[in-house]
């Protein structure tokens, strides 16, 4: 079972959120907060998979909440969801250790794959906006003038992988890059994100671009 707690400042969407979700086969609702000092002291109790994290709500916005749930070593991962495409909160949201964003106009299915996506590990980033998300906020956070210590711990291959992760492949894509079977490149994924301390995927894209690994277009 999946357990999913709503951070969002307007009843009427945590409640379409919850009629959605509880609706769904494995996986429930376990607490709604407006507010993200509110989220903070819920996930403490009832340490959901996944929070549903609001962007702009009074008092501590989404991103603060994320950086103190994250921050604290929490379990539970933060799929933001923002209104707007190119917010620069959730720039700063990905920053803070979100595990991805979507756009509150998704389609209902792709929330409920995005959300178990996130409890298992993955990250999620609108597809649309990948590219724009990276190129837009990167490029103005300049390299690493040394190398990071982590690099000299991965071997050639997961360099590779690590930057292929930068550019934005997907498992898939990397497979064929490099002639591997999505299995391999699942164990290379896995092994690069554990040597350079990253949660996800989109930790590992930060890390590439902060060290100069893969440059904004």
Not at 79 to 105: C, M, N, P, Q
């Amino acid at each position: 079972m999946t357990t999913v707690l709503i951070a969002d400042d307007q009843p009427l969407q945590r409640m379409g959120f919850k009629m959605l979700l509880d609706g769904t086969p494995g996986m429930t609702v376990v607490g709604e907060a407006s507010g993200g000092a509110e989220a903070v002291r819920m996930i403490d109790q009832s340490r959901p998979d996944v929070v549903l994290m609001d962007v702009r709500m009074p008092g501590m916005d989404g991103i603060e909440a994320t950086r103190r749930i994250t921050a604290a070593g929490s379990r539970t991962r933060v799929l933001i969801l923002t209104t707007f495409e190119l917010d620069e909160y959730v720039y700063a949201g990905l920053r803070a250790g979100a595990s991805g964003f979507l756009l509150k106009d998704a389609r209902p299915e792709e929330l409920i794959a995005a959300i178990r996506a996130v409890a298992a590990g993955d990250s999620v980033v609108a597809p649309s906006l990948t590219r724009k998300l990276m190129d837009a906020y990167l490029q103005e956070s300049a390299p690493a003038t040394s190398e990071d210590p982590r690099l000299g711990a991965l071997s050639e291959r997961e360099r590779e992988v690590l930057e292929a992760i930068g550019q934005g492949a997907t498992n898939t894509e990397i497979a064929e890059r490099f002639t591997l079977t999505e299995s391999t490149v699942k164990k290379h994924v896995g092994r690069v994100l554990f040597k350079i301390g990253a949660r996800d995927r989109i930790q590992a894209v930060i890390f590439a671009y902060d060290n100069g690994l893969v440059h904004p277009r």
